[in-house]
């Protein structure tokens, strides 16, 4: 409703001999806020639909997202935010990070339709591939019908910096901490938009865990 809020937060950590598929719907009115955080790990076959309807002036809506995936698994959001009003803002930051021969997906879209004027929108995917067998599609999408908006979108796939990593040793750092280093600062910059402190602590502690044993 107006004015509304909510910070919502995701952990799926299924076995992965499962199959995953989560739907997951947002209507917002005016001056609303929706802050969205999920960590993916789990399942062989995971699979994220979002679809955000920004209804009302002012709404305003947030998507983070982190994927770690292994061995034979299958991960894959999908986001579409609709800009139906004025005056509203969205982004879409969503990073993977790619082990093995896993395969990840990230179709992002953002509607701007033709009454949403001085709205502003962002959409950015970023993937590492730690194996040369990893595969990473990435499709972010605008879709605008209006005139007076500030959008933008973005996505990279590559893997380690060779010369970072390089540099890291050359400080007496061995290569897997200094491959785990860079990594988790890449999955920082998403684990830092948990806005609850006692459980981002949580999630990262959890997240460099399962990150070390895949390094090691």
Do not use: W
Request: net charge neutral.
């Amino acid at each position: 409703e107006n004015n509304a809020q909510l910070n919502h937060i995701r952990l799926q950590s299924n076995s992965e001999f499962t199959q995953n598929i989560s739907n997951l719907k947002i209507n917002q009115a005016n001056d609303s806020q929706y802050e969205f955080f999920q960590l993916v790990e789990g399942s062989r076959l995971g699979r994220s639909n979002i679809c955000v309807q920004l209804d009302g002036e002012n709404a305003q809506c947030n998507i983070n997202s982190l994927t770690l995936s292994k061995n034979n698994q299958h991960i894959d959001n999908n986001i579409i935010v609709n800009h139906n009003s004025p005056k509203s803002h969205s982004s879409q930051f969503v990073k993977s990070i790619l082990f093995d021969t896993s395969t990840g997906v990230f179709n992002g879209k953002t509607v701007v339709h033709e009454n949403a004027q001085k709205i502003t929108a962002q959409q950015t995917n970023k993937n590492i591939l730690l194996s040369e067998k990893a595969k990473m599609n990435s499709n972010p999408q605008l879709e605008i019908y209006a005139d007076d908006v500030k959008c933008s979108h973005g996505s990279t796939t590559g893997q380690v910096d060779e010369d970072a990593l390089f540099y890291l040793q050359s400080r007496g750092i061995n290569k897997q901490d200094a491959m785990e280093l860079m990594v988790t600062g890449f999955a920082n910059e998403v684990l830092d938009k948990i806005l609850n402190p006692k459980i981002k602590k949580t999630i990262h502690t959890e997240f460099t865990v399962k990150l070390n044993k895949l390094i090691s």
